[in-house]
C-alpha cells in the first residue's frame, strides 16, 4: 500500500529537549515536505526537498531542521523545541511530474511544547 | 494578499443536498493548480480533486466537481448528496509555476461542513 508514514503520531515534551519526527515513503518520490497546520491559518511549508541531500527552506523554517540522506525518510528535526512550536505536523510527497503531482500526506504527528 | 481566501468558517448542510464550498485565490503566474482536501475529525489529509490553470474543463471526481472560474480567479468545490462522512474539514489549495522546485501548496483556513440528518 503507498503511503507516507510519520512516528510519533502524538508526543508532548518540554521546552529545550531536541526530538525528531520520521517521515518516511513507500512510492519512490523524489519530492518530500514539510508542513504545519494551526487554528486559522490552513497548513504552512517549513522544509522541503527536491532529492537526496537536496533541502530547502519553506515559508516558517525558524527553529527547524530537516535531513535527506535516503529518498524514503526526510525527518524533521526541533533542536530545542519551544511552545510556539506546538502545532499538527505533516510530512508529504510527490513525484516527479509538476503542476498535477497530488501531495500524498501522513497521518500527521500532534506536537505540544510545554 | 492572502493567496487563497476561503470566506466560510462553518458550513451546514442537509444530508442528500448539494453544498458548494467557496475558495478564492490570487496569483500573477499563468500557470497554477488548484486542489481540494478533505480532513476528518481523525486528522488525515484526504485529496480530493485538481484543477490545472489551462484545464479547459472543469474537474470532476464522483461526488466532487470544482465550478472553476478563471476570470474572477475562484474554484468553489461543489458536493451532491452529501453524506454524514463528508463532515470534516475542507482545505482549498494553490501551487504556482510549473515545475518550480518548492511545489509548496498554499493551502487556505478551510471550511468546516456539518452534515446534518
Known amino acids: 500500500e503507498a503511503q507516507v508514514t510519520q512516528n510519533p503520531r502524538y508526543l508532548i515534551t518540554v521546552t529545550g529537549k531536541k526530538l525528531t519526527v520520521t517521515c518516511s515513503q513507500n512510492m519512490n518520490h523524489e519530492y518530500m515536505s514539510w508542513y504545519r497546520q494551526d487554528p486559522g491559518l490552513g497548513l504552512r511549508q517549513i522544509y522541503y526537498?527536491?532529492?537526496?541531500?537536496?533541502?530547502d527552506k519553506g515559508d516558517v523554517p525558524e527553529g527547524y531542521k530537516v535531513s535527506r540522506k535516503e529518498k524514503r525518510n526526510f525527518p524533521l528535526i526541533l533542536e530545542s523545541p519551544s511552545p510556539n512550536q506546538t502545532s499538527l505536523y505533516f510530512c508529504?510527497?510527490?513525484?516527479?511530474?509538476?503542476?498535477?503531482?497530488?501531495?500524498?500526506f501522513g497521518e500527521g504527528s500532534r506536537l505540544t511544547v510545554l | 494578499a492572502q493567496k487563497i481566501t476561503q470566506t466560510q468558517p462553518g458550513m451546514f448542510v442537509q444530508e442528500k443536498e448539494a453544498v458548494t464550498l467557496d475558495c478564492t485565490y490570487d496569483t500573477s503566474d499563468p500557470s497554477y493548480g488548484l486542489f481540494w482536501y478533505k480532513q476528518p475529525s481523525s486528522g488525515e489529509m484526504i485529496f480530493l480533486i485538481y484543477q490545472g490553470s489551462y484545464d479547459q474543463q472543469n474537474a470532476t471526481e464522483g461526488r466532487y466537481s470544482l465550478n472553476f472560474q478563471k476570470a474572477r480567479k475562484s474554484a468553489n468545490l461543489v458536493i451532491s448528496a452529501s453524506q454524514l462522512g463528508d463532515s470534516a474539514m475542507y482545505f482549498c489549495a494553490m501551487r504556482e509555476g510549473r515545475g518550480t522546485g518548492r511545489r509548496a501548496l498554499t493551502f487556505g483556513s478551510g471550511t468546516r461542513l456539518q452534515v446534518q440528518p
Open positions: 508529504a510527497s510527490t513525484n516527479g511530474r509538476a503542476n498535477t503531482g497530488e501531495l500524498f
Open positions: 526537498s527536491m532529492n537526496v541531500e537536496v533541502t
